[in-house]
């Protein structure tokens, strides 16, 4: 592999692991609260819908994003309302959140565009452009450094770098803040928490509304960056991925960034090299395809060391009188 080629398959690598990215912060600030939700993938799936058709119709992509964010909060609210308010089951209000988005986003999509569960092909202002970087092309031509910088940094969308940003702006509120330390502490020991005269449920809906933000803004780069339309079931099992980063990751954000970097550089080798050539045997397209779902299994099997979750997660919280 050459010196281009490698720069090539990290910058895929990146593109791929953003709505990944994004998504597991987002189940990092949910299930550091207490609130384990495996709906990631339907309200990122929602989001890529909604997006990309407010996008198509006004065509302003900011618009879509709008939309998209909107329409994520809206399904983790409604998670909230079912696992919070209300002391439902968690697993099972986010996989009815699931099979709530792929069917509506599809039935929508058909009844809107007419074109199999997919809107139309989005362009100009409807969808997220490249940028380039300050000197980007000036530093080209310098050796090593200038393709890195105009290959690798330069040219990915706004949400690229906003995901990136995400990651030490997340460690900062959890970590630094006041918010963040009442976040873990309701995921740890809510009980304490509230003798203290802090809400516990108005901090997990704050959660659950930071995840739904994360979630709407990883959707949408899906549909309005990444691709330039929406398609069903776009997401194909990103949220489930992204659950098995935050566990690989041990629900810390710089973690995640590898953790997410690693399942994007699966993937960009898969979409890289379809058919793999080892000595005369040859690995095919479809097992390439499967190494990120395949990692994911492993990590989700525990072979990748003992990862303990907030001892309040997956727990509705009883107010003692």
Known sequence: MDFLTLLQVLDSTVRLATP??????????????????????????????????????????????????????????????ASITFRGNQLISAVAINFLAAGLTVLIAQAWFREGGRTPSLIGGARFEPVTLPLAETL???????????????????????????????????????????????????????????????????????????????????????????????TAGRGYIALAALIFAKWRPWHALGATLLFGLLQAVAVRYQNIDLGGVVIPVQVMDALPYVLTVVILAGFVGKAIPPRAGGEPYVKER
């Open 20 to 81: 990944l990215l994004l998504a597991c912060l987002a189940g990092l600030f949910s299930e550091r609260a207490g609130i384990f939700d495996i709906g990631l993938e339907g309200k990122m799936l929602m989001a890529a819908f909604l997006s990309a058709s407010v996008a198509f119709f006004t065509g302003s992509v900011w618009i879509g994003l709008l939309a998209g964010i909107a329409a994520s909060v809206l399904l983790s609210v409604l998670h909230g309302l």
């Open 140 to 234: 080209a031509p310098v050796p090593v450094l200038g393709p890195i910088y105009s290959e690798l940094v330069s040219g990915h969308t706004i949400l690229v770098y906003l995901a990136l940003a995400c990651v030490p702006l997340t460690w900062w509120v959890l970590w630094r803040t006041r918010f963040g330390l009442r976040l873990r502490a309701v995921g740890e020991n809510p009980a304490a928490v509230d003798t203290a005269g802090i809400s516990v449920v108005g901090m997990r809906y704050g959660a659950v509304v930071i995840c739904g933000v994360l979630c709407g803004i990883a959707g949408a780069y899906l549909a309005t960056g990444l691709q330039a339309g929406f398609v069903k079931d776009m």
